[in-house]
Structures are given as structure tokens and as C-alpha cells.
């Protein structure tokens, strides 16, 4: 499935859901639908900078070029956020995850119903993505 295809089945399944209530339910079940992340990995090098709550992200590079993303956060709704976010740019390609425009924040009303400070974390999240995506693609320039 591609980003925009990912991004239109979950404006879809938000468009179900007409109370904000409901949907911010909807984002804690997304958050319970995460793997479990390693205690080993929520060092410092992978917090997310300027999140409210503690959200840590981490990226492989799988055989195929796409890059696996790992993430958690110590908020029900945060989390749900994240799962969002990786549900949306796991497993693509350094640059498909460059080159997306996450249109979906907007179109369910994400980033109008969350504070400053949760707005600016998922703006921190959405940067620390793309420098790993960045990172990995610098990679393959040069291999």
C-alpha cells in the first residue's frame, strides 16, 4: 500500500467518527495496537526533542531499502499519534518518505485539536523521521 493509500484509509475511518471524543478514543486504540518496545532502546539518543511527553523513535533498514520504524511514548494519545505516524511511512523507502506529504494530520483535524505543545511534538516526531529517512538515503549515495 502506498503513503497516499494509507493516508485516505485512515481519513476514512476518522470520517466514521464525527465526535472528538470518539476519535480520540479511536487514536488510544490505535497507540494499545503498537509493538512492544525494548526498555533497551529508550536511551536519549532515541527521545524525540521538543514532545511534551517522552516519545522515543527508532529505524531499521530492511533488505528490501524500506526502513522499519520502532516507536512508543509514555501518553495514551501520543502513542496513538505515533501509531498513526507509523502505520502511514513504515517500511517505505527513504525517499517515498521524504518526498510524502502527510496531508492526513490535517484532513481529520488532528492539528486543530491538539495543544501547542503536542502540535509541536508531532512536528518534532514527523522531523526525526525524516532525518533517519534522510540519513539512510545519504547511506545509499554512498554504497
Known sequence: MTINETQDEIIDEFDGLTDWMDRYAYIIDLGNTLPEFPEADKTPQN??????????????????????????????????????????????????????????????????????????????????IHNYATAFKLLDAKS
Open 47 to 128: 527521545l524525540i526533542e521538543g514532545c511534551q511527553s517522552r516519545v522515543w523513535i527508532t529505524a531499521d533498514r530492511r533488505e528490501d531499502g524500506g526502513i522499519h520504524f520502532s516507536a512508543d511514548s509514555d501518553a495514551l494519545i501520543v502513542k496513538g499519534i505515533v501509531a498513526l505516524l507509523m502505520r502511514v511511512l513504515d517500511n517505505h523507502t527513504p525517499q517515498e518518505i521524504l518526498d510524502a506529504d502527510l496531508y492526513f494530520i490535517d484532513k481529520i483535524g488532528l492539528k486543530e485539536h491538539l495543544s501547542p505543545t503536542r502540535s509541536n511534538g508531532l512536528v518534532a516526531m514527523v522531523k526525526q
